[in-house]
């Protein structure tokens, strides 16, 4: 991949604080290397996206990260402490919604903050003001069963920001729902980065969607999965959501990325 666009880096940027920290993570299935000695950093207050062919290693990255894996060497490094297992500082959104089918809306984006013991009242007012940032303002009554597969995925994304993690990992989170509320997503996406001053890792397929949504990417080639290239998108990040795909540096930014993983792809 061509080092002259200006979008491309592999320096972190001068004055960028650090809010999670993948160092020399490896991690075997069996023979099978899913991860070596990985080496990786993620910006404080940014949406730094993981891409790469099926099979390098994007989700069992990102469920170390999590805590829910163990990694059979190194280490991540979140806030400056070293993640040992799940913990409140990081928030899951799963491809496939998790919610729970018996609780409504509103129960299910207060879940995690009845976990923790927060009382009825103010939990409900947190996740009453998610509900409504997410876009399903008036379905708090609603149960998952009642709403479409973008809906559920909203509840989802809901929950996870109510708990206040300083960290959102997003798994594939949009591959269920139709072009036209992905596309919906991904702005409400940006919007929520640009507001909430956390930090999102992002697992996607689509490049489009990488390079639209992303301060920076993380290529990742398949096994033993390793990073190939840091992009950070530059220039069009500030023309307004709806000029991004039409922007030159957009569309060449995608153009190389293909280049670089076709040869990856069966």
């Avoid at 597969?149 to 798994?171: C, I």
């Avoid at 930090?199 to 398949?222: G, N, W």
């Amino acid at each position: 991949m061509s080092q002259t666009n200006k979008a491309f880096s592999d320096a972190r940027p001068l004055d960028q604080e650090i809010a999670v920290s993948v160092r020399g993570v490896s991690k075997n299935y069996g023979s099978v290397v899913a991860l070596k000695d990985m080496t990786l950093e993620f910006p404080r207050g940014q949406l730094t996206s993981l891409l790469g062919p099926s099979g390098c290693g994007k989700t069992t990255l990102l469920k170390i990260i999590a805590g829910l894996l163990k990694p059979d060497s190194g280490e991540i490094i979140v806030n400056g402490k070293p993640v040992v297992g799940p913990g409140p500082n990081r928030s899951f959104v799963f491809q496939d919604f998790a919610l729970l089918p018996w609780a409504n809306v509103m129960r299910n984006v207060a879940f995690g903050l009845e976990l923790r013991g927060v009382a009825k009242s103010e939990r409900e007012a947190k996740a009453a003001k998610y509900i409504k940032d997410v876009g399903l303002g008036g379905f708090e009554k609603a149960y998952p069963h009642e709403l479409s597969g973008g809906m559920r995925q909203r509840v989802g994304l809901a929950r996870a920001l109510a708990v206040d993690s300083r960290v959102l990992l997003l798994d594939e989170p949009f591959s269920a729902v139709d072009e036209q509320t992905r596309r919906k997503f991904q702005e409400d996406l940006l919007a929520l980065v640009a507001n909430e001053n956390k930090t999102f890792i992002f697992v996607t397929h689509s490049i489009e969607e990488a390079v639209y949504v992303s301060d920076q990417i993380a290529i990742l080639l398949p096994r033993p999965s390793r990073v190939s290239e840091i992009i950070r998108p530059t220039s069009f990040r500030s023309k307004g959501v709806e000029n991004i795909r039409r922007d030159p540096e957009y569309l060449d930014i995608v153009d190389e990325i293909w280049a670089s993983l076709r040869s990856y792809v069966e």
